[in-house]
């Protein structure tokens, strides 16, 4: 084939789109920023308060410092309360989420009833805010930590059958062929076959989601879920802005604390 | 031993893989089942412990017709009959060890699975056939830690675990090397013919299964087309399996072949196969 032979018979350009395709992606363009725009009116913003924003922040972190070293005391036992919500509310959520991700999983439920049902409270579960799960719980059990531990557990429960729900689907399908030719049964199936493939994903997840957990947990007490919140909620109404500084810098301390916890145990796991 | 009668499976996609299979054997043989691929020759096997179900015809182990067979009692005939498969299948996170006690799974019962407590005699036996494979002192080594062929050399063992009446062998060599291909056929054999128990083996690779199998079974498009000796594999023969090409240099050289490696099985298409 000559030069000129090879020119006639492909063309010179050559583009991702057809016009037809330019001009949709031109369109969804054109959409998100009206979505965008149209949110923002709708929200009728009071745009006066964004003139001050910085001198109003700056007068608050004035007022906190110094900080009142000594209410730091008093802040451990709520704080240590915080982090046992969070560890006992995912406990919980460990030992109901784990078997509603298998009967959520299409390919380990039992039937398809099964399956709706556990899809449905999973979906319940995730639907759901901790904190309004929080007033739920505190209706039901009164304020204190057990309604925190509930409101954890109610939340989380979703998060991690979902995950590990997920992971079941995925899983290699050969192993479990093998397992079951050997004459095994329906449990032994799902003991050697199924859960060797997911035990990282389920202890991986159920550790970042204790991370979350303990952050979540600090605000469970605005609604009488216990925890640190309760005392923080009432230095705020008060205007006592040098203890709600220690308890901040004490939170953040606690929370880069499991994050680190977290992270080191998941890439120990992986 | 093993008798096959007009077996049929037609897959819910409504495509007929088997077109009324006939096979019987009689003595502890290892017959290489032959074929292109899309022939039907893992649909065959996977009939014969009900991975696949079948959709009309009989089988026939030991006097008991599988395909008649309640989820109870297809447990107990899937404990003797052993499977190799291409993949390996073994439990990726486990030991060696576990997963040839896996074998075991039909005998014992899930207290001492969840125990991880196996009968004395088991872990006996598991010992001789890891040393009888050539993977002596690998008992605490990962599974995911292992070449390809000690895989498979766990994935024969784990069947033999099972000291099943028959062994059901999908493909055992297509994800590995030359080289590799032949010790694992080697071991197989060897194995097969010691314990005395028949193997049925998928494979496509002609020279392969001519050096190695006591007798050769050709599918194309679930029709048996052909069922003898390996030296009886002419060239008419294998264009009446494979279809017209040059079979001179195939027929009777164990010639070099590059393989790939099949993607896993998904979820679907298990679902689909299971329909
Ligand atoms: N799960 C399935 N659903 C539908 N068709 C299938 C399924 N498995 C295999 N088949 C079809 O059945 C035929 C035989 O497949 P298979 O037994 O895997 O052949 P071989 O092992 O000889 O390559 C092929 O046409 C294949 O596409
Ligand atoms: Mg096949």
Redesign the pocket.
Known sequence: MTLEEHAKRYPEVWRKFNPRQSLIRYAWYIGIVFVAVWSIHQLEIPWIYFLDAHVQTADLLVRMFPPDWWFFLEVIDPLVETIHIATLGTAVTFVIAFPLAFLSARNTTLNNATWFIGRFILVTSRSVNTVVWGLLFVAIFGPGPIAGIWAIAARSIGFLGKLVAEAIEEIDEGTVEAIEATGASRLQVLWLGVLPQVLPVIWGTTVYRWDINIRESTVLGFVGGGGIGIILYSSINQFAWREVGIMLISILMVVILSEFISATIRKWIS | MLTITDLVKQ???G?K?LHGVNLSIDEPQVVAII?P????????IRCINRLVEPTTGSIILDGTDVTKLGRRELRRARRRMGMIFQEYNLVERLTVMENLLSGRLGYVGFWRTFRRNYPPDDVQAAYQLLDRVGLEGYENTRADALSGGQRQRVGIARALMQQPDLLLIDEPTASLDPKTSRQIMRIIVKLAHESGTPALL?IHDVPLAQAHADRVVG?ADGNIVFDGKPDELTEEVLTQIYGEEDWSTTVGHDEDETRKRPRRRTKL?RE??A?
């Open positions: 897959y819910p996609t495509l893989a074929g691929s899309g022939a039907g020759k893992s649909t065959l998928n599918l298409e689909a196969a329909g």
